[in-house]
């Protein structure tokens, strides 16, 4: 397998094929109640996150796809990202800024036919580029500050199949 190269990917993602049946992989995530982890199985979905102790605003989780393959295999998608509320609201944070830029683009535009000022506006949009900028930096930021966690779900997950 390779390693987790996505550096550039907020949501860095891996695929497994594994020599156990979908349901023995399964039930060992089911039966892997390993302190500071919080193991929860959907379906054939499973969702592993820090408990409220190990947890901080930028902590990761991993989201485990298991599909078969055939008897004897089973295949693996799994995703790391960040705690679905916080990525919503970075989500309706971007929404908001591209929707005023289009706003603004469009007043400016309107001021600009009808020979009216339009400064303001276009200095606004350059202030909502720097804060797109900020939000991404920002996010990069919380993903390596979670880097760390990343590797030791994903270390647990390796120990999970090994057992």
Avoid: C
Avoid at 13 to 29: A, G, H, M
Avoid at 63 to 91: A, Q, R
Avoid at 110 to 119: F, N, V
Avoid at 127 to 156: D, N, S
């Amino acid at each position: 397998m390779k390693p987790l190269p996505n550096d550039i990917i907020l949501r860095p993602r891996f695929q497994l094929e594994i020599s156990e049946t979908k349901e023995e992989l399964l039930e060992s995530f089911e039966n892997a109640q390993v302190e500071p982890f919080l193991v929860k199985r959907i379906d054939e979905h499973v969702f592993i996150k820090f408990n409220e102790k190990n947890n901080h605003f930028w902590s990761p989780q991993l989201h485990l796809e298991i599909d078969e393959i055939d008897k004897k295999k089973s295949k693996i998608y799994g995703v790391f990202g960040p705690n679905p509320t916080l990525w919503t609201f970075f989500m309706f944070l971007h929404f908001g800024v591209a929707t005023l830029f289009i706003i603004l683009g469009i007043l400016a535009y309107s001021s600009a036919s009808l020979d009216k000022p339009y400064g303001l506006k276009l200095g606004f949009m350059g202030f909502l580029i720097v804060t797109w900028f900020v939000l991404y930096f920002f996010g990069r930021a919380g993903k390596e500050k979670g880097k760390p966690q990343m590797q030791e779900l994903y270390r647990f997950m390796m120990d999970t199949f090994t057992k």
